[in-house]
């Protein structure tokens, strides 16, 4: 489904990344980590045709991705900060979404499901975080993309609405979809991905499953997993 090869990005001095190289098969919850500033978002960015590399390949189910923009159509996106219309209402919003992407959307069961029925008429401005995260799940889930990413979704949400996201994580994966997910919490990492991918200082130093990164770091739960990679490397 997705395939980097030795991808290379610099912003001014900067090294972001630093000959990254990973295959994603269809299918499975891959958890994106690392500390901040390890090219986490970057990767996804690049996927996404948001960011162009200085060196390397990006492809999509066997397709190379730069210079292209259809492809998107099959991929959801859930940013870490979304920007909104603040003038527009919630229900303004997700209809311009769905007129933009001009596929078929099932909206009304998330709308449900995330308590957002009372909130459809109210201007975005108007919202509080949380409510916005809400919103921001809706326009990502409500088409039936194969790839969905997701930068640190969790960010604001209540703790109702965050079983709701991982039961809709379980769920779309059940389907067959591919889910890569960026995040600092590490519960959600154990108990919802197939295989980690961890960066340090724009390269990956380890990928595998959470089960092999306890092993490899004799620890017994991720968070100290982490933390003893991050010490070695203080």
Known sequence: ????????????????????????????????????????????????????????????????????????????YLPQIARFPENLTVQELIDMVKNIRSVEANEEALIQRFGLTGSLNKKLSNLSGGTKQKVNIVLTFMFDSPLLILDEPTAGLDPVSLIQLKQLIKEEREKGKSLLVTTHMMSLVEELSDEIIFLLEGKIYFQGTVGQLLERTDQVNLEHAIAKILENHA
Not at 48 to 67: N, Y
């Open 1 to 76: 489904m997705i395939r980097i090869e030795n991808l290379h990005k610099q912003f001014g001095k900067l090294k972001v990344l630093d000959g990254v190289t990973f295959q994603v098969q269809s299918g499975g919850v891959v958890a994106v980590l690392g500390p901040n500033g390890s090219g986490k978002t970057t990767i996804l960015k690049t996927i996404l045709g948001m960011v162009l590399p200085d060196e390397g390949e990006a492809c999509f189910q066997d397709k190379s991705i730069l210079k292209q923009w259809d492809y998107r159509n099959d991929i959801g």
